[in-house]
């Protein structure tokens, strides 16, 4: 029998508030197995399929169109090779119209990088090169692959949109108020597509079993879906899959779908009564798997001499195919930000034949806060306010939409601001651009605000106690490698008052209890969450057992303790293991939560050559309770590469005469490494959030990743004076200018 809680309102005094192990930082229980290759992500799994066949996709050649012809022969006849799919012999799947993924499903050409064919052989070489010999005739048919000519034609937003929001408000009249205000700003900014380009490629072994169905071991981030859309594409009941995720090698939005070499994987196999393995090539993953919608952004901001906001306007537009993928709702942060009596927003798809659009480590905020947060910085340049006294005039208690009627559960930017002025040493800026030198580099400093809205899943989990104390921690939540594992062994150790080292931890089995996945920063509250109910059951069941009233007994140290009596685990727990299984749920949140911080960072302009270096980082976040200092802050780290990023390098280049994207591996799609990032400085307010879960935390995964990329290109403009509104901000964008000085 299952615990469950429905959780709302706030959460009152709790044994997570002790502190003994929540709240401390904590290695990873994990990091052992990974740093020596113990640790088993998709393609790993050798000893549960022995004798697997190895897969090989080949993808389109032409951005849209029909396949003419497709002779397969030869390839057949190739070394190795046990089979191969294409249209005329793949197994029937579903519509996409129902939500399903299928492939190789009919003649149709819909993106460059879409699977024609699929070779499964005794190698990878084999398959490869067998696929190779594949001899395809297209009819190729006109693409709509650039952007700008199908902007006018944009229209609504279709596809998934998530969370599900409202495309367009308005409140007041914008028009008037622009009109009628001291100073406006009106400017558009772009950001590109750009790829979630993780370590680990997409992967996928399956194997097939008459009587059990299909168990497919893959590299997923939330089983919710899975079960959603694995079923659908591969008409199976779904308790016939089982899946299996225990390490994921990052995500970041890009693996909460499943992709081609999974679902071809697992047809194949079943076809073949043979264990199927297939990994994609980087060249592969760029074009046949999803990226991030590009955006065309126009912020208008108007305000009183004392920088007071009196309209505010975010018109986006986004590409994507008109056959699914997320849209990116960029304006939903504006909405909730800052005030500014009149107000609209509006979101248009802009239909493109690319690959499918996707989230991205904070999709909306990442690209909005790109837009928002530089032209906040425009209008303090045109009122002459400074940037961080411009937000706090700005800040608001409620949802500027919905009015006082409907204030935050807590609302912290305020203060994130100050710390990290006073940290940063914001007061030795100057207020005029290019007038801070070090040699040949021209300083500046640039900063934003920070803004996630908080989520919350819900989550399950199933707790084990043997005789000897020994606690064993099962739920279906995925580690994508933010450190889930150890978090969830926190959360055991602290409600069960045992070492962290007593705690076993198995994840990402779609057998075990359903938890919430890695994806939306909802994964580390919720999934301790369930487990938090799980082990209030346990904590239940020892009190009885020990005779303890359960409202007023400590667990710590190995023991139950009321006041001067108490009474060891082992004692308590008796001669079987005993086990309680809990699941959080969660009311309609009747306040907007959300995550808050600042971003502050100094950037050196190379004057010859428009280069950029980062020099120094501050974030001031409030992310509610800390579930692990050490991890909470790589999170932030990791969120701020991905902002430093896309400011600075990362775009995929779409060739706009054939549809595809020309730089597709990562000597030409460049990431932040080491040297491009410096060194952080992350502080975490002390603050609790008791409407959020009963473990008082807040999301953090995504919020470094929304307003840095902004911080950077403030900077930039601090340090030279040149400002860029078409992300990346490359030096060929700044060289002109910096040689006419």
């Known amino acids: 029998m299952t615990d469950v809680l429905l959780f709302s309102g706030d959460a009152g005094p709790n044994p997570i508030d002790n502190g003994r192990s929540v709240g401390r930082s904590h290695s990873r229980i994990d990091g052992p197995l990974k740093v020596t290759g113990r640790a088993r992500y998709a ?8 004798g697997a066949a190895i897969g090989f996709i080949l993808e389109a050649g032409i951005g849209r169109g029909r396949i003419a012809r497709i002779d397969t022969t030869v390839a057949e006849r190739a070394p190795g090779v046990v089979l191969v799919l294409t249209h005329r012999n793949a197994p029937v799947q579903g519509n996409r ?35 190779s010999l594949i001899r395809i005739t297209y009819d190729e048919e006109p693409g709509r692959f650039d952007p700008e000519h199908g902007r006018a034609a944009a229209r609504l937003s279709i596809g998934t949109v998530l969370p599900p ?9 914008l028009e008037a108020a622009m009109a009628s205000a001291a100073v406006t700003i009106d400017r558009t900014y772009t950001t590109p597509p750009i790829t979630h380009a993780m370590m680990e490629p997409y992967a996928a072994l399956a194997r097939w079993d008459d009587r059990t169905g299909l168990t497919l071991w893959t590299s997923h981030q939330l089983f919710e879906w899975a079960y959603r859309d694995l079923p659908r594409t591969l008409l199976l009941p779904p308790e016939k899959i089982r899946i299996v995720a225990a390490f994921v090698g990052g995500g970041f939005g890009g693996k909460l779908y ?14 073949l009564r043979r264990p199927v393995r297939t990994a994609m090539t980087r060249p592969q993953m760029m074009n046949m798997t999803r990226h991030s919608p590009q955006t065309i952004q126009r912020l208008q901001l108007g305000a009183d001499r004392q920088g007071h906001l009196t309209a505010i306007g975010h018109d986006v537009w ?22 500014g009596a009149n107000r609209r927003t509006t979101h248009r798809h802009i239909v493109v034949d690319w690959p499918k659009g996707s989230a991205i480590r904070a999709p909306g905020e990442r690209t909005g806060m790109m837009a928002l947060e530089v032209a906040m910085d425009e209008l303090a340049e045109a009122t002459g306010i400074d940037p961080v006294e411009l937000r706090i005039r700005n800040d608001v208690a409620h949802d500027p939409e919905a009015g006082p009627s409907l204030p935050f559960a807590s609302r912290s930017l305020i203060r994130c601001l100050r710390e990290g002025a006073t940290r940063f040493g914001w007061s030795q800026r100057s207020d005029r651009p290019a007038q801070i030198h070090d040699g040949r580099w021209m300083v500046g ?54 070492p962290i080292a007593n705690v076993t931890v198995r994840l990402g089995d779609s057998l075990l209890p359903e938890g919430a996945g890695g994806g939306g920063s909802w994964g580390a509250n919720s999934a301790t969450s369930g487990l938090y109910v799980a082990c209030q059951a346990m904590r239940r069941r020892l009190a009885r057992n020990a005779g303890f009233d359960p409202a007023s007994v400590d667990f710590k140290d190995g023991r139950l303790v009321d006041g ?9 727990i008796g001669q079987q293991p005993l086990i309680t299984t809990g699941r959080i749920e969660f009311a309609k949140k009747q306040r907007p939560e959300a995550s808050f911080g600042s971003h502050f960072c100094e950037v050196g302009v190379d004057r010859y050559t428009g280069e950029i270096r980062m020099r120094r ?42 549809g595809l994207f020309i730089n597709h591996d990562l000597a030409g799609y460049h990431v932040p490494v080491h040297a491009d990032v410096g060194e952080f400085d992350i502080v975490f307010l002390d603050a609790l959030e008791p409407s959020s879960s009963p473990m008082k935390a807040k999301g953090v995964g995504e919020l470094g990743n929304c307003g840095s990329s902004a911080a950077v290109a403030n900077a930039v403009f601090n340090a030279c004076g040149v400002r860029v509104r078409n992300y990346p901000i490359t030096p060929d964008k700044l060289i002109d200018s910096l040689l006419d000085r």
């Open 617 to 658: 980082w501050l974030s001031v976040v409030d992310i509610g309770r800390v579930l692990n200092p050490l991890t909470a802050r790589s999170q932030m780290i990791g969120g701020v590469t991905f902002g430093i990023g896309a400011a600075l390098m990362e775009e995929a280049v779409m060739d706009h005469r054939h």
């Open 445 to 498: 400093m640039g900063m934003a605000s920070a803004f996630r809205r908080n989520q919350v899943k819900p989550s399950g989990a199933r707790v084990t106690m043997s005789p000897a104390g020994h606690v064993l921690v099962e739920s279906g939540a995925t580690d994508i490698g933010t450190g889930t594992y150890t978090i969830m062994a926190q959360t055991a150790a602290e409600m069960l008052g045992v």
């Open 97 to 131: 119209k129902d939500g399903a993924f299928p492939e190789l499903k009919d003649d149709r050409i819909l993106d460059h990088g879409q699977p024609v064919a699929f070779v499964v052989a005794e190698t990878f070489e084999q398959a490869r090169d067998a696929a």
């Open 258 to 271: 499943f992709q081609a070499e999974a679902i071809l994987s697992a047809l194949a196999a079943r076809m």
């Open 165 to 173: 929001v409202r495309q367009d408000t308005a409140i007041g009249n």
């Open 318 to 339: 986004h590409t994507n195919p008109d056959w699914g993928g997320e849209q990116e709702m960029a304006a939903n942060q504006t909405r909730l930000l800052y005030a």
């Open 564 to 572: 001067a009596r108490s009474v060891g685990l082992p004692d308590a």
């Open 43 to 50: 393609s790993d799994y050798r000893a549960v399929a022995p």
